[in-house]
């Protein structure tokens, strides 16, 4: 079997995400199991899986709707994050380490988009990275 979506640095980057998301939610309270740490999980399992189910369909626009699938799940995931950092349960280190991720991959996978709306599904790696599309809601330096 063929699988396309190995060949993509949004689903690579997005699989690592959820690894961190996986450690995160160890140290989060035991009465989050079925709540925030369920929540966190889910959406951020669905970023890598949504790309590689877009990547496996036969037209461009299919992928191009699976990837936008997977922007909705990162804007969830991102938001989950925010209020488990509101909660105090995500230390600020930890918090700023996953938004740096959740920028890095929004601006792939808007990358992605564009590059599929001009030129067809990619052959390569190598798509530039260009202006998130999440607004960023803390100043960086």
Known sequence: MEKPHRRLDAWNSSVDL?????QVTEGLPKE??????????????S????????AARQTKK????YIHIAQGSLSELDT?????????????GDWEK??????????????????????GRPQTT????NPSRLTPHVSRP
Do not use: C, W
């Not at 970023?47 to 877009?54: D, L, M, R, V």
């Not at 299919?62 to 709707?65: I, K, L, M, P």
């Open 32 to 45: 989050e199991r079925f709540a925030l740490i369920s929540q966190l999980r889910r959406a951020a399992t």
């Open 62 to 65: 299919e992928f191009a709707n």
């Open 18 to 22: 959820v690894m961190a998301i996986y």
């Open 126 to 129: 190598n798509i530039s990275l």
């Open 80 to 92: 989950h994050i925010e209020i488990a950092r509101r909660l105090h349960y995500v230390p600020d």
């Open 98 to 119: 996953l938004d740096s991720q959740i920028e890095r991959i929004d601006k792939m996978l808007s990358g992605l988009l564009r590059h599929l709306k001009k030129n």
């Open 47 to 54: 970023i890598p899986s949504n790309i590689a189910e877009g």
